[in-house]
């Protein structure tokens, strides 16, 4: 007869502990080669591990059809207009009585980070982006006639519009009597629509407040006149403009379902931050509190 050989128990288990514990080791350096992600009209995008027609490789660029779009704006004009220069939007800046002169102080200008998706054809929105680093110039108007606000001819109609927005809510969210008050921004290239909206308001309260921005954060999302920050779209691609800036962490609403941002933020390294109001776009930007500026 042969010899029986008898395994204690917990040997076995050490045994497989090792075996699975070595196979995670290599399903995890295999692991980028082995992810696909697959595009749903609609949906977030699908992480698999089964390659399928139509879906790329984790790490790999993503390309997109053109995307038609209504209704289908203006032709750019053949000549750039000269700077526009407007006092302010009927009803936007209403002139508290409860507010008092605001101590004068120097210009302040600041780089603010622009991340936008491509429109090289008017009706068509492409899968190209970019990032673009605009600047922001704060200033007291002693006269006490503003708000004076001037445009770059870059900003277009629906920018612009998000950029006045941004002042009557940025200066009303700090107690700052906009009469007082004149901004400009000058812009690289041409940008429409109006997810600049916030950032343009985090900048102007900043500019007001003293605060720096933290050199690290990108931000997408529109900025509503209650002060509240609004969902956009495309912002997988707005991302990726953001790594172009090499920025390292993006403030998005959190109006949408932003799960899939999570992964895609892994991947490049981006934290997202969801915020709901400008209070918190303005905490998470200067890692300060959004306050009531000094007044006499």
């Known amino acids: 007869m042969g010899t029986r050989m008898t395994i204690?128990?917990?040997?076995?288990?050490?045994?497989?502990?090792?075996?699975?514990?070595?196979?995670?080791?290599?399903?995890?350096?295999?692991?980028?080669?082995?992810i696909w992600i697959c595009p749903r009209p609609g949906q977030a995008d699908l992480y698999t591990d089964r390659e399928s027609p139509g879906c790329r490789q984790m790490g790999k660029a993503k390309t997109y059809s053109p995307l038609a779009t209504s209704p289908k704006p203006l032709p750019?004009?053949?000549?750039?207009?000269?700077?526009?220069?407007?006092?302010?939007?009927?009803g936007?800046?209403?002139?508290e009585s409860q507010h008092r002169k605001p101590l004068p102080f120097a210009d302040v200008t600041l780089p603010l980070p622009i991340v936008a998706v491509s429109q090289s054809t008017p009706g068509f929105i492409t899968g190209s982006w970019t990032g673009h680093v605009v600047q922001l110039s704060v200033g007291y108007r002693a006269d006490g006639k503003g708000?004076?606000?001037?445009?770059?001819?870059?900003?277009?109609?629906a920018s612009l519009h998000s950029f006045q927005t941004a002042v009557a809510v940025a200066t009303k969210s700090v107690g700052f009597d906009p009469r007082y008050l004149t901004v400009r921004i000058l812009i690289?290239?041409?940008?429409?629509?109006?997810?600049?909206?916030g950032m343009f308001a985090v900048g102007i309260a900043a500019a007001l407040l003293g605060d720096p921005i933290k050199p690290d954060i990108c931000m997408s999302g529109t900025i509503e006149p209650?002060?509240?920050?609004?969902?956009?779209?495309?912002?997988?691609?707005?991302?990726?403009?953001?790594?172009?800036?090499?920025k390292t962490t993006m403030i998005v609403p959190d109006g949408l379902d932003n799960s899939h941002l999570n992964f895609t933020g892994l991947e490049r390294s981006?934290?997202?931050?969801?915020?709901h109001t400008l209070a918190e776009a303005y905490n998470a930007a200067t890692g300060?509190?959004?306050?009531?500026?000094?007044s006499q």
């Open 8 to 34: 204690h128990p917990y040997t076995l288990v050490l045994a497989l502990i090792t075996c699975l514990s070595g196979d995670e080791v290599l399903l995890a350096k295999s692991e980028p080669a082995e």
């Open 76 to 90: 750019l004009p053949s000549k750039i207009a000269p700077p526009l220069i407007s006092k302010g939007v009927a």
């Open 92 to 95: 936007s800046f209403p002139h």
């Open 147 to 157: 708000p004076e606000i001037l445009g770059d001819a870059n900003l277009l109609f």
């Open 188 to 197: 690289p290239t041409r940008v429409d629509g109006p997810s600049a909206g």
């Open 226 to 246: 209650d002060a509240e920050i609004r969902p956009v779209g495309r912002l997988v691609d707005k991302m990726n403009a953001c790594r172009d800036l090499r």
């Open 270 to 275: 981006i934290q997202v931050i969801e915020v």
């Open 288 to 294: 300060q509190l959004l306050r009531r500026v000094i």
